[in-house]
């Protein structure tokens, strides 16, 4: 099992979107860049979780936790000529877009924010603090996993 950052606006598609979902569940779609691309079709499996980041928000936050429901199989946006992320340059039988399914597990409440993110020295090395880390899908490390449901935890009891 392996652990994941995945990043989403909130305006866009937020944590409690995924929670009103049928089962709590979505298909994590509309990712356009190679590198998240290839982590969605090779390496995100069943069972790993996830961290949802809501990015573009005052403060950014970690949100909720979901857990990966189905594996790596073509995202059907970029066949759907109306829809936001269509590739007219995707072809069905050789897809060039994966997604994965996700379903939500728990919200983080209150959210764990970028800038107190950023006073925990077990998520010094986390790739979403590194300056210029812009991906929207990311490893976390168990020990930054941890970390991170540790400070939930913290937070939960001081609210």
Same mark, same amino acid.
């Given at each position: 099992? =392996?652990?994941?950052?995945?990043?989403?606006? @909130?305006?866009?598609?937020?944590? =409690?979107?995924?929670?009103?979902?049928?089962?709590? *569940?979505?298909?994590?779609?509309?990712?356009?860049?190679?590198?998240?691309? &290839?982590?969605?079709?090779?390496?995100?499996?069943?069972?790993?979780?996830?961290?949802?980041? %809501?990015? &573009?928000? &005052? @403060?950014?936050?970690?949100?909720?936790? =979901?857990?990966?429901?189905?594996?790596? %199989?073509?995202?059907? *946006?970029?066949?759907?000529?109306? =829809?936001? %992320?269509?590739?007219?340059?995707?072809?069905?039988?050789?897809? *060039?877009?994966?997604? !994965?399914?996700?379903?939500?597990?728990?919200?983080?409440?209150?959210?764990?924010?970028? @800038?107190?993110?950023?006073? !925990?020295?077990?998520?010094?090395?986390?790739?979403?603090?590194?300056?210029?880390?812009?991906?929207?899908?990311?490893?976390?490390?168990?020990?930054?996993?941890?970390? !991170? !449901?540790?400070?939930?935890?913290?937070?939960? *009891?001081?609210?």
């Amino acid at each position: 099992m =392996a652990n994941w950052l995945f990043k989403s606006e @909130p305006n866009c598609f937020s944590f =409690a979107d995924l929670e009103a979902k049928p089962d709590r *569940t979505t298909g994590w779609d509309g990712v356009r860049n190679f590198q998240a691309r &290839n982590m969605l079709r090779d390496a995100v499996e069943v069972g790993d979780r996830v961290l949802f980041y %809501h990015s &573009n928000a &005052n @403060p950014p936050a970690i949100a909720g936790i =979901a857990e990966v429901v189905r594996a790596g %199989h073509a995202d059907p *946006t970029a066949f759907e000529p109306d =829809a936001q %992320h269509y590739d007219p340059k995707s072809d069905p039988e050789k897809p *060039t877009w994966f997604q !994965v399914s996700i379903r939500a597990v728990k919200p983080i409440d209150p959210p764990l924010g970028l @800038p107190e993110l950023r006073t !925990v020295s077990a998520l010094s090395g986390m790739e979403l603090l590194r300056k210029g880390s812009r991906l929207s899908i990311q490893p976390v490390s168990d020990a930054e996993w941890d970390a !991170v !449901v540790a400070l939930a935890a913290k937070s939960k *009891t001081k609210s």
